[in-house]
């Protein structure tokens, strides 16, 4: 019996190693993408080293998309919930995306492309599409969903999350009843909404 007692209570202490092991990862992960499309050139080496420690390629194509949900006033903690459970239920059906929470009701999930594969050209709008359904699967609450342009490198990823971010407001003044919203729908108004 006191074997059973000491058997147990080690694979407790595992299991809790284990746990606090995978939320720092969870953590180190988010803190990544956070920095990225944050991008400064000043923490360029930093934000390589960090890459390489997550097997994150950054000579490959990235695209970024920007997740909003429409959750009433009063009910910010249950959107802030359902961005944790998103974020939980993305890493395990899609294990190479990295998300991150940028806002109260608004995830960035950060995703790469295989730049030498044919037929590049229509890969983010169905990409789009795919995670669309997705989130239509996932997500309990009301949602915009918004990508940003494919872009290389480390500077690309923060240029993708600012289109995207760009497409969003493009997006909810032109047609505020869509779910999606993409770079390459919107091109020549996000060219010209800089002038």
Known sequence: ??????????MILEQAALTQELQGNARYREAFVLNLIRYEPSSRAELEGWARRLGFGIERTHVAFLLELHAQHEDAGQSLSELQRLQ????ARREEAL?????????????????????????????????????REECALPFTLSMGIAQTGIE???VSYGSARTAARLGHARAPGQQTHSYYELTLPMLLSGL
């Open 1 to 10: 019996f006191g074997e059973l007692v000491r058997l147990t209570a080690e």
């Open 88 to 91: 939980m239920r993305l890493q």
């Open 99 to 135: 998300s991150a929470t940028v806002g109260p009701g608004e995830m960035v999930l950060l995703e790469s492309m295989d730049p030498g594969r044919k037929g590049l050209d229509g890969l983010p709008q169905r990409r789009l599409q795919a995670l669309s359904n997705l989130m």
């Open 156 to 158: 690309g990823a923060a």
